[in-house]
C-alpha cells in the first residue's frame, strides 16, 4: 500500500465513477491525503479504472478490485497487509462502495463504521425500520415482491406512494405514483425489474440534507442543504443551497434530530449525508448515507467554511491529530441546466457563464446535434453551475441567473427514431422542480419547426407573481407562484392560449414545467396540423405524454392552449366543443386559510384545518349560519381524530374533506358523520383514483392541475356521477384563465371551490361569477350585478 517504507498509507476503495462530479470527489480525497504525507492507493473496477485516468494520475498506486463483490476489498487488502503493505486509513467517496470500505477496516483493524451499520442503512427498508424502532418518524413502508404485493399495500395505506429499487442512487428507478393505475409505469422504471423493490407513503413536505463528519466517533453537523427537486413522477434533484435559510430553532432541532439519528444507526466513521423532510408533524427522516452528498456539495462546503478540508478532516481524525473546524461565513449554490426534449441547434452565452468570478465549477455537456432525451435520474444531468456568494439568498438568484444566461436553442424530433440520428444523445428534464420562486424567464429557446404551413409557432413564457397575500394549509404556507403562459402563435396573431400557476409550494417549478409543455406542444402542433379531426389528436396525444409520465401541470396547460385553437376555430367556446352543459351561476365557497379570520355573512365557508389550533377554530364555528365544508388536507392521525371529533359531530359539517392521513380511519369517520359528505382530495389525480375516492369515501375534489386537465377530470366526474358520489370541483391557486376554464366543468360538480384567483389576481373576492362565452374559446371570469360582485 505504501510506496515509501515506514509512510502511513490511504486505500480509496472504489476511486471514483466515471462522472466529472465523482472523479472531482475523488481527486479531492486523494490530495488531501497527499498533503498530509499519506501514500495513496486506489481499487476499483478494471473498466472503471481505466475510464477515470485522472484518478489513478492522483494516487501512488491503483489495482483492479471488484468492490461490489462481498468480502473481495477486504480479502485483496489483507493479503497485502500480511506482507507488510497496511494502510492508515480505509476510506471509499462512492455510494456503492460503503460496504467494502466498512468490511476492509474491520478486517485490517482500522477505524470505521460496522459493516453491519452499512448494510442497514443501504438496505433502505431496514434503514426505515431501524429508525422507526429508534423512535423516528418514518413514512410506511413495505418490501415488494411483485405488482399484487404493491397493490395490497397501496389498498392498506395513505397515498401518493413512491415505488423505488431496494438498493440504488442517483434516484435511478424512483418514481411516485397516485393510484393502482400508476403502477405499470412505475415498476418498468425500475433498474432490475426481477429485484424486490419498496413501495413507500409520499412524504408532503420541503426537503433538505444534513452533510457533516464524524470526529472521534461522533457526528458533527457541518451545514444543512435546501434541494431543488424534480416534481413528481421523478425526484432527480435540480438545484442545492447551503446553508440552508432556515431559523435558527429549526436548524438546531435538525441537527439534534440528525446527531440522534446517526448514533442509534451505530455509525461512527468518515462523511454523512442524512436526507429529510419538514412536515406538518415535525422532521421526517429520510435515506441515511456514509458519504459526502452529491451535488457539487464537496465544493459548496469549503466555500461556505473558508479552509475546510472534508476528507482531511477524516484522515486527521483517524491520525490522532486535532481537528479544527472553521465556521460557516459565506453561502453557495448549485443549478443544473435543463434543457427541453430536442435537437441541439447552437448554445449561446456558456463562456460568459462559466467565466463569471463567483463560480466555483461549471460544466455543459452540450453542443450542437446533441439529441436531448429523457431526464429520469441523477446520472442524467447534462451541466451544472456552482457558486459561491455572501448569502445563500444570493447564491441561490446567482446561481439561476447564469444558467437562465445560457442560451440553449433546440428543435423538436420529427418522429420517436430521430433519436438515433448523428449527435450524440443527453437527457432532458421532463417535469417541474421544487423550490424557491423562479425571478427571471423562460432560459430556454425552443425553435418551432411546423411540418407545414398550418402548425403554428409554440411561445411559452414564465412570469413569477407574488400572491395578494400568503395562503396557509396544514403542511405548507404559499407565498409566490409561477404564472406560465403557452401560446400557439401564428404571424402577429395567437390562435390558442392556456395559463396556469406552479405552486412552488407543491414541487412545482414554472420554468421546467414551460420546458416540458413547450416539447409536448410542437409534437402536438403537427399531429393537429396533418387531420382535420379537432379533437381526436389532443386526446390521444396528451393520453400518451400522461402514460410516458408528463406531468399534469404541463399537460393541463398544452390542453388549455390546444382546445382554446379547436374552439375558436369551430366559432364556439371550449364547453360547448366538449358537449358540456352551458355553466350558469357559479357559486363560491369561501375559502379560510390556517390563521385567518372566519367571516360570517352565510355563505358557504370551507374552513382549512388540519394546524395547532383547530380545536379553537371547530369552537368558533359552533353555531354559525352557513354550510360548513372543513378541510384538514390530511393532517389529522388517530389521536387528533379522537380529540376533535366531539366538536366536528357537533357542527355536523355538510363536507369534511382529507381529514386523515390514514384511509383506514375513513371508515370509522363516516360511521361517526352520517350526514356529512367525506370527500378525498389529496392523491387523487387519475380517473383509478377517483374510482378509489368513490368505493372508499362518499365522493372526491377534482382539480385539473392534478388531474392533467378538462379531459381526464371530466371522465373522473362522469364515472363518480354515474355511481352517485358528491362531487367537488377544486382548484390551487390560479390565474383568473385557469379558474374560468375549471367552472366549465361546474355544471356536473355539487360543490365549486374556485376562488384560488383571489390570490393571484386584483379580482373582486365575490360570493359568485359567472361565465362570459360571447367569445369563442375559453371563457372569461364576469363579475356584475347578478352574480353578487
Known amino acids: 500500500m505504501s510506496a515509501r517504507s515506514g509512510t502511513p498509507g490511504l486505500l480509496l476503495v472504489g476511486g471514483g465513477g466515471a462522472m466529472t462530479l465523482s472523479?472531482?470527489?475523488a481527486v479531492q480525497?486523494?490530495?488531501?491525503?497527499?498533503?498530509?504525507?499519506l501514500d495513496t492507493h486506489v481499487t476499483n473496477q478494471a473498466e472503471t479504472l481505466a475510464a477515470t485516468p485522472e484518478v489513478t494520475a492522483a494516487a501512488d498506486g491503483a489495482t483492479a478490485v471488484d468492490f461490489t463483490r462481498p468480502g473481495a476489498t477486504a480479502d485483496w487488502a489483507a493479503a497485502r497487509a500480511g506482507s507488510g503493505d497496511h494502510p492508515a486509513v480505509a476510506f471509499g467517496v462512492r455510494e456503492m462502495a460503503q460496504v467494502a470500505v466498512a468490511e476492509t477496516a474491520e478486517r485490517l483493524?482500522?477505524?470505521?463504521?460496522p459493516p453491519a451499520a452499512v448494510r442497514r442503512i443501504r438496505t433502505k427498508d431496514a434503514c426505515r425500520a431501524a429508525l422507526a424502532e429508534a423512535g423516528f418518524r418514518q413514512p410506511a413502508v413495505r418490501l415488494c415482491h411483485g405488482g399484487s404485493d404493491a397493490l395490497a399495500f397501496l389498498a392498506g395505506t395513505a397515498g401518493p406512494w413512491v415505488v423505488k429499487p431496494r438498493d440504488g442512487a442517483d434516484s435511478a428507478g424512483v418514481r411516485k405514483v397516485t393510484g393502482p393505475g400508476d403502477l405499470t409505469a412505475?415498476?418498468?422504471r425500475l433498474p432490475?425489474?426481477?429485484?424486490?423493490?419498496l413501495v413507500e407513503e409520499f412524504v408532503q413536505g420541503e426537503e433538505y440534507s444534513v452533510e457533516g463528519v464524524f470526529l472521534d466517533g461522533a457526528p458533527r453537523v457541518l451545514a444543512v442543504t435546501a434541494k431543488e427537486k424534480l416534481a413528481p413522477p421523478y425526484f432527480v434533484e435540480i438545484g442545492h443551497v447551503l446553508p440552508a435559510p432556515l431559523p435558527q430553532d429549526t436548524l438546531r432541532e435538525i441537527e439534534d434530530t440528525v446527531t440522534a439519528a446517526l448514533t442509534a444507526l451505530e455509525l461512527r466513521f468518515g462523511l454523512f449525508h442524512v436526507e429529510l423532510w419538514l412536515t406538518a408533524e415535525g422532521i421526517v427522516l429520510g435515506e441515511v448515507h456514509a458519504r459526502i452528498g452529491g451535488g457539487w456539495i464537496h465544493r459548496m462546503l469549503p466555500h461556505a467554511r473558508p479552509g475546510l478540508e472534508l476528507y482531511g478532516a477524516v484522515y486527521d481524525d483517524v491520525l490522532g491529530r486535532p481537528v479544527e473546524l472553521p465556521p460557516a461565513s459565506r453561502a453557495a449554490a448549485t443549478r443544473y441546466f435543463a434543457p427541453p426534449a430536442g435537437r441541439v441547434t447552437a448554445v449561446d452565452g456558456w463562456q460568459e457563464a462559466r467565466t463569471h468570478p463567483a463560480v466555483l465549477h461549471a460544466e455543459?455537456?452540450?453542443?450542437?446535434?446533441?439529441?436531448?432525451?429523457g431526464f429520469r435520474s441523477g446520472g442524467d444531468r447534462v451541466g451544472a453551475v456552482v457558486v459561491g456568494a455572501a448569502t445563500p439568498e444570493e447564491a441561490r438568484e446567482l446561481a439561476r441567473t447564469l444558467v437562465d444566461s445560457v442560451r440553449i436553442t433546440v428543435e423538436p424530433l420529427e418522429d420517436a427514431g430521430a433519436a438515433g440520428a448523428p449527435g450524440r444523445t443527453v437527457p432532458a428534464v421532463p417535469a417541474a422542480t421544487a423550490g424557491a420562486p423562479a425571478a427571471f424567464g423562460t432560459r430556454f429557446a425552443t425553435r418551432a419547426v411546423p411540418t407545414g404551413p398550418a402548425a403554428p409557432e409554440v411561445v411559452v413564457t414564465v412570469e413569477p407573481r407574488p400572491l395578494t397575500s400568503s395562503f396557509q394549509i396544514s403542511h405548507m404556507t404559499i407565498r409566490t407562484v409561477d404564472i406560465v403562459r403557452l401560446r400557439l402563435r401564428r404571424a402577429e396573431t395567437t390562435e390558442g392560449e392556456g395559463e396556469i400557476a406552479a405552486d412552488l409550494g407543491y414541487g412545482q417549478d414554472g420554468r421546467a414545467i414551460a420546458a416540458e409543455a413547450g416539447a409536448l406542444a410542437r409534437v402536438l402542433a403537427e399531429e393537429c396540423a396533418a387531420t382535420a379531426d379537432a379533437l381526436e389528436p389532443i386526446r390521444s396525444r396528451l393520453a400518451k405524454a400522461a402514460a410516458d409520465g408528463v406531468g399534469a401541470p404541463a399537460r393541463m396547460l398544452v390542453e388549455m392552449a390546444f382546445l382554446d385553437r379547436a374552439a375558436r376555430r369551430a366559432g364556439v367556446p371550449v364547453w360547448h366543443l366538449l358537449g358540456l352543459p352551458e355553466p350558469g351561476l357559479v357559486r363560491l365557497l369561501h375559502t379560510v386559510?390556517?390563521?385567518e379570520d372566519i367571516p360570517l355573512d352565510g355563505r358557504p365557508l370551507k374552513i382549512k384545518l388540519g394546524g395547532a389550533q383547530d380545536e379553537r377554530v371547530l369552537r368558533s364555528l359552533l353555531g354559525v349560519d352557513a354550510p360548513l365544508i372543513l378541510d384538514a388536507n390530511r393532517g389529522w392521525d388517530r389521536a387528533d381524530w379522537e380529540r376533535l371529533r366531539p366538536l366536528v359531530s357537533a357542527l355536523a359539517p355538510a363536507v369534511l374533506e382529507d381529514p386523515v392521513r390514514d384511509p383506514r380511519l375513513i371508515p370509522e369517520v363516516r360511521a361517526a358523520l352520517p350526514g356529512t359528505a367525506v370527500l378525498l382530495d389529496e392523491g387523487i389525480a387519475t380517473p383509478a383514483d377517483a374510482e378509489y375516492a368513490v368505493r372508499v369515501a362518499d365522493g372526491l375534489n377534482v382539480k385539473l392541475m392534478r388531474f392533467g386537465g378538462l379531459l381526464p377530470a371530466l371522465t373522473a366526474l362522469s364515472a363518480a356521477t354515474g355511481q352517485g358520489a358528491v362531487r367537488m370541483l377544486g382548484c390551487f391557486l390560479e390565474p383568473p384563465r385557469a379558474i374560468a376554464y375549471a367552472a366549465q366543468l361546474a355544471g356536473v360538480c355539487d360543490w365549486s371551490d374556485l376562488d384560488g384567483h383571489f390570490w393571484v389576481s386584483q379580482d373582486p373576492a365575490v360570493p359568485s361569477y359567472r361565465l362570459d362565452s360571447s367569445a369563442p374559446g375559453i371563457p372569461r371570469i364576469a363579475y356584475g350585478q347578478d352574480t353578487g360582485a
Open 192 to 197: 432490475d425489474p426481477q429485484a424486490p423493490f
Open 364 to 373: 455543459l455537456r452540450l453542443a450542437p446535434g446533441d439529441v436531448v432525451t
Open 23 to 25: 472523479v472531482d470527489v
Open 109 to 113: 483493524g482500522l477505524l470505521g463504521n
Open 186 to 188: 412505475a415498476l418498468g
Open 29 to 37: 480525497a486523494l490530495e488531501q491525503a497527499r498533503s498530509r504525507g
Open 593 to 595: 386559510p390556517i390563521g
